[in-house]
């Protein structure tokens, strides 16, 4: 089967850094994608792994070991509009996208 | 500006009736999808199409129908043998697939059952 685990909360505090990993069990694989969505809202994009190896974008970065089935988004400087919640997604080759349960994470002041 | 409608915000509906959600964008996106997500829980795909007048089940397509004759729409239908309806619904839209692929998604669809 095909499947995504996630932590299902995480908390930290304002100006730490968290890391929430993901890992998947899918019948083929394109890559890992991670997305952010405030409660009520819709979900945001935030990286793509295709390739091994850890990819930045701002204060946000995400890894991927393809032998492991592994992957983490890493948010530094943690600000209070980071509370949300983060999923990560794999999209396997029958262009069936497939969504983790989610991670809800809660910035203190 | 470019983007994702989805309409409407709320929607609320009588048992064993029919309900169809509207969903057009007009970034020439190719791909479109439409997810399902109940409190607490992640997306599950529920069907998805790469290009008009194509589509495939996702997950969870019982219950479900869904037609693309223009680009721009991919409209959902929710039948009376979906047997536990009360969700929200995400249509969404990517320029491809196999790959890099940023999803982008519309403001999303509650809908009630009554």
């Known amino acids: 089967g095909q499947s995504l685990e996630q932590p299902s909360e995480v908390t930290a505090v304002e100006g730490a850094i968290v890391q929430i990993n993901c890992t998947y069990q899918?019948?083929?694989?394109?890559?890992l994608s991670w997305y952010q969505q405030h409660d009520g809202g819709a979900p945001t994009f935030l990286s793509y792994?295709?390739?091994?190896g850890l990819e930045e974008t701002g204060r946000f970065s995400s890894f991927l070991s393809r032998s492991d089935s592994y992957g983490y988004l890493l948010l530094q400087e943690l600000q209070m509009k980071d509370s949300a919640s983060y999923f990560c997604a794999v999209e396997n080759y029958g262009q069936n996208f497939v969504f983790g349960p989610g991670t809800r994470l809660s910035v203190l002041p | 500006d470019g983007g994702i409608t989805q309409s409407p915000k709320y929607l609320f509906r009588k048992e064993g009736q029919n309900v169809t959600l509207s969903c057009e964008q007009n970034l020439n996106h190719d791909a479109m999808y439409w997810y399902r997500q109940d409190p607490g829980q992640g997306l599950r795909l529920i069907y998805y199409?790469?290009?008009?007048?194509?589509?495939q089940k996702g997950d969870i397509a019982e219950g479900y129908s869904v037609s693309r004759e223009k680009k721009e729409s991919f409209p959902l239908t929710v039948t009376s043998a979906q047997k536990n309806p009360t969700a929200f619904y995400l249509c969404a839209s990517s320029s491809g697939t196999g790959g890099y692929n940023e999803q982008f998604f519309g403001p999303g669809t509650r809908l009630t059952v009554l």
């Open positions: 199409s790469q290009i008009v007048n194509d589509f």
């Open positions: 899918t019948s083929g694989f394109y890559g």
């Open positions: 792994n295709g390739l091994d």
